[in-house]
C-alpha cells in the first residue's frame, strides 16, 4: 500500500470510526435539515467544513498554530450544541438561501476547530514521514469521503422514514437535533477545561 492510500484509509477509517461519535454528531445536526434532493448545497457545506478542518489540520500540524488540547476538546461539543440548537429554529419547509450561507460560514468556522482536534492524532502519525504534503492531502481527501459517506447514509435513512413511512420531516430533524444537544451538553461538562 502507497504512502497515499494508506493515509486515504487512515482518513476515511478516522472520520467514520464511532469513536469518533462527536464529529459524526455534528456531521449529522449539520445536514438534517436537509432534503436528499439538496445534495448539491449539502455537498457545498461538506466541503467548507472540511476546508476548515484541512487549513486548521494544516496549521496545527507544521505547528504554525497552537491551542492547548483541552480547550479544543471542549470546543467540539460546543459546536456541536450550536449547529443543533440552530435546527430547533429552522422552518421545516427547507432552507433558503440566506440560512445555507450562513450554514456555510459557520461550517467552515467550526471545521477549524474540529481540525484542532485532530491534528495531535495526526502529528502522532506524521512524525515518521520524511514529507508532510501526500501524507496530509490523502488524510484530508479520506476525511471528505468519510463525510459524504456518513451524510449519506442520513440522507438515505431520512429519505426512507418522511417518504415510505410518511414520518413528519420536522420529527426528524427534532430527533436529531434532541440528541446533539444531549450528548454535546454532556461533553462539554466532562470536558470543561477551567
Known amino acids: 500500500m502507497n504512502i497515499f492510500q494508506l493515509y486515504l484509509h487512515l482518513g476515511i477509517n478516522h472520520i467514520a470510526d464511532f469513536r469518533s461519535y462527536d464529529h459524526i454528531l455534528f456531521i449529522t445536526c449539520l445536514c438534517a435539515v436537509y432534503l436528499f434532493k439538496q445534495w448539491k448545497q449539502i455537498l457545498v457545506l461538506i466541503t467548507a467544513f472540511t476546508i476548515g478542518h484541512t487549513t486548521s489540520l494544516v496549521l496545527a500540524t507544521m505547528k504554525i498554530i497552537v491551542f492547548p488540547l483541552p480547550v479544543i476538546e471542549f470546543l467540539i461539543p460546543v459546536t456541536i450544541f450550536i449547529t443543533a440548537f440552530w435546527n430547533l429554529f429552522l422552518k421545516s419547509d427547507g432552507i433558503n438561501i440566506k440560512t445555507h ?13 474540529h481540525g484542532l482536534g485532530f491534528s495531535n492524532y495526526l502529528q502522532t502519525l506524521l512524525g515518521k514521514e520524511s514529507s508532510i504534503i501526500m501524507p496530509l ?19 438515505i435513512v431520512s429519505y426512507i422514514l418522511t417518504s415510505w413511512f410518511k414520518a413528519a420531516r420536522r420529527d426528524w430533524v427534532l430527533i436529531f437535533s434532541g440528541a446533539g444537544l444531549g450528548v454535546s451538553s454532556t461533553l462539554m461538562i466532562d470536558r470543561f477545561p477551567w
Open 137 to 155: 492531502f490523502s488524510f484530508n481527501v479520506g476525511i471528505e469521503i468519510g463525510q459524504i459517506i456518513i451524510v449519506s447514509i442520513i440522507l
Open 101 to 113: 450561507w450562513v450554514k456555510y460560514i459557520t461550517a467552515l468556522f467550526f471545521g477549524l476547530i
